[in-house]
């Protein structure tokens, strides 16, 4: 078992193996609208990916971390005791919870996941369970963020990053031209007390002093700025940008 971590546990102290049984989704949240009298479906390139389903099998422990029975109620006891570390990280705050694992050729990555339904015992194992998650952004990222001027932009992964971080230092505009040709432009303009960050995923734009100045800061396209995925990024003007390279 490689180095899985739900939120605050690691896998391997509560189960002897977790492996991701299946994994599916993250198309089009919308599957595009038929025009009458003509063939086809329209697709709608604004719309952002869809979420995944992710689904983990867990052999639970019978003993502590430590392969050890110490439990008042026997090895019955640890996996009962097991179940519970796994189910409480679920269930603490908005219910997002931060999975993380290594993955060949991926590297160290993360997914923002959430309980679908009760954990699934399998009828011919009671400590084998079944847990069945969904990412609502539709893919995997990067563990760590990366940061870079936009002069030297290069990202990885394979999956569209709809969710980086600009930092302005100064009023100015940048433009974002994508391997296709598009070209999005975001301008900052003069009055707010710089640096100005703008996260495209939470969608807030604060000055240095954690005010919102979104009227001070214009898109070309509604959804702010994306990046291509596995490649150097041309970008004009200066800026910062934050990303974490995304995996389907």
């Known amino acids: 078992m490689s180095a899985e971590v739900l939120g605050a546990v690691t896998l391997s102290n509560v189960a002897t193996d977790a492996i991701i049984e299946d994994e599916y989704g993250s198309s089009w949240a919308d599957s595009g609208y038929r025009v009458p009298h003509r063939d086809g479906v329209t697709l709608d390139s604004q719309a952002p990916y869809g979420p ?7 052999v639970l422990r019978y003993t502590n971390s430590s392969g ?5 109620d026997g090895a019955a006891g640890h996996v009962y005791e097991n179940l519970s570390l ?10 997002l919870v931060t999975f993380t694992r290594t993955v060949p050729h991926q590297g160290n990555v ?3 996941v959430k309980l ?9 194992a009671r400590h084998v369970v079944r847990w069945i998650m969904t990412c609502p952004s539709g893919s995997w990222q990067d563990a760590a963020q990366t940061s870079e001027a936009t002069s030297s932009v290069t990202t990885g992964g394979n999956t569209r990053i709809h969710d980086p971080i600009i930092v302005f230092a100064s009023a100015t505009t940048i433009t974002h031209t994508h391997a296709d040709g598009l070209v999005e432009t975001i301008t900052a303009a003069a009055g707010p007390t710089y640096p100005v960050t703008v996260d495209v995923g939470a969608g807030t734009i604060l000055d240095n002093g954690s005010v919102d100045v979104r009227g001070d800061v214009t898109f070309s396209h509604p959804w702010w700025l994306r990046l291509d995925p596995d490649g150097a990024q041309t970008f004009s003007g200066t800026a910062t940008i934050k990303y974490r390279n995304r995996w389907a």
């Open 52 to 58: 995944r389903t992710i689904v983990l099998k867990t």
């Open 68 to 72: 050890t029975v110490t439990h008042t």
């Open 86 to 95: 796994i189910r409480k990280e679920f269930n603490k705050g908005s219910g």
């Open 110 to 112: 993360r997914a923002l």
């Open 116 to 124: 679908l339904d009760a954990p699934v015992p399998d009828r011919g």
